[in-house]
């Protein structure tokens, strides 16, 4: 970007009941306000520990905005869902705690600004969320709600066009040289001559920039540019195992005459994937996936820096793994970065639970298209899956009728948008006619859960199941003395009752020998 002007750091929350335009006008109450540094859950602030509803945040700031400059609102994340609002002008809203939000504050811009915007996180009542894992996992308390801004807001500053949306995928590998194709949408005030200009700086190794530029007019309004290219003296980015994780720091600018109107950049490794019946080549060579699943590291993942993400990293390559699955989440940005730099591949799941109203199929497949967008991006992420239906969990739900259609057109809108990665539309359905992935899982107790199921796959028709076992073993709980809640310890008679009961069990279970 040309400018970015943060807005972390203290905001003003109150909860409410409903929202109504009272907040946004001069006789909002001045009693009943509290501050909380963002990015932040709102559960974080000790006297809103057991709120779970709605939220208004308030923020104010100076801007002298410049002529012939866009100016715009981004938020990186937001539980659940929001509407904003800058100075009692309607922005716009979005929904889904992973999907980026992105406003035009132009018009509505002065000296001194009040940004307002409406937070709704409903509970675990709501089953049309798609929230994944954050709603009633096993070990969570019974009040828990994410809600919050838990990524960046901040305001991006450009020139008279901008980049609004960009996707670089490599799509051919041959040694050093590899075919590229570059999609971005640019919004633009007025008709223009532009250079776009893609320049890939090694990241963690030595080496010279490799450089691409494009020429093109751009119409006022919305423009879309498409194109394929090549690049020579390329270093291939590997995982850990096979070999050294070159990453390079990938810049794309939009120029005009020489200015530099709009800029973006990311961390970007150059690699190929393919997996066919659940064989898997990176690069070209055989890969034998070993990994495990992976859970947030917090309740409240705000708070969760890239050096945490790479500490695990550290020990999952001590333990012979070279491959995470994103278990029923998707995590924060700075994950997939450390992830890359790690060398450790991903398996992306979508948040979609199997009590999701297949009715509301339209908000799922709106948040599929940042699904695609967000970890698509990072080269460690490698595939992606919709709906799981392997492994063990306690009064498990089983995916409905009308559920399964709904993961596979999720499935081919993921596979349309980056045909680069394979995706999965209902992991572990144990299929008896083609290869799939299959899980089995076991609970605390050991009258529990299928293991027993997975030697009867060893033979016969259904061996071709475990050729690609994505789920294998039991779920792992913390002791009973540091169960997190609230970010520290809890009393027992807090931790809720269905851990309390596989806990009970497995110390019994412990006890027996």
Known sequence: ?????????????????????????????????????????????????????KMIYRKTFSLNPLEDHFYRLQTGGVFYRFRAYLNRFALGSAEGYFCRGDFDLTPYLRGENTLVLEVDSPGNEDKSLLTGIFAG????????????????????????????????????????????????????????????????????????????????????????????????GVKPWWTWDLGDPA??????????????????????????????????TLNGEKIFLKGCNYLPPAIYPAGVGKERYLEDFSLLKQSNQNMVRCYRHVAA?????????????????????????????????????EFTRFPGRHPAVIVSSILNASGYEERRVKPGSRLRPLAEKLARKLGEDDPARPVIAVSGQRSLFSPSDTGFGHGVAAEEGELYRFDRYRKGIMKKNIRFVSWFGAPSFSGVETVPAQGGRVAWEQVPCDLRTLLEKGIDRTAKG
């Open 333 to 369: 940005p700075d994950f997939y970065r450390a992830a890359a730099e790690a060398g450790v591949l991903v398996w992306q799941d979508f948040p979609l639970n199997l009590d999701y109203p297949a009715d509301q199929a339209a908000r799922a497949l709106t948040q599929a298209g």
């Open 137 to 232: 996992y096993p070990g969570l308390p019974r009040t828990y709600n994410p809600g919050g801004l838990w990524q960046p807001v901040r305001i991006l500053r450009s020139g008279p066009a901008y980049l609004r949306d960009w996707h670089l995928r490599t799509e051919t590998l041959q040694k050093e040289k590899a075919g590229f194709f570059l999609a971005a949408e640019i919004f633009s005030a007025r008709e223009a001559a532009v250079e776009l200009v893609v320049t890939l700086t090694p990241h963690n190794f030595s080496g010279m920039p490799l450089e691409r530029r494009f020429s093109f007019a751009l119409y006022r309004g919305n423009n879309r540019f498409a194109e394929r290219f090549s690049l020579d």
């Open 1 to 53: 970007m040309k400018e970015i002007i943060e807005l972390n750091g203290e905001w003003e929350l109150h909860p409410v009941s409903e929202f109504s335009n009272l907040w946004l006008s001069e006789e909002a109450p001045a009693e009943g306000w509290l501050t909380q540094k963002i990015p932040a859950h709102w559960q974080e602030h000790p006297e809103l520990k057991e709120h779970s509803g």
């Open 247 to 280: 990453l390079y720091r990938l810049e794309i600018r939009l120029l005009s005459g020489g200015t530099l109107w709009d800029e973006d950049t990311e961390v970007f490794g150059v690699r190929s994937f393919r997996m066919q019946k659940f064989l898997a």
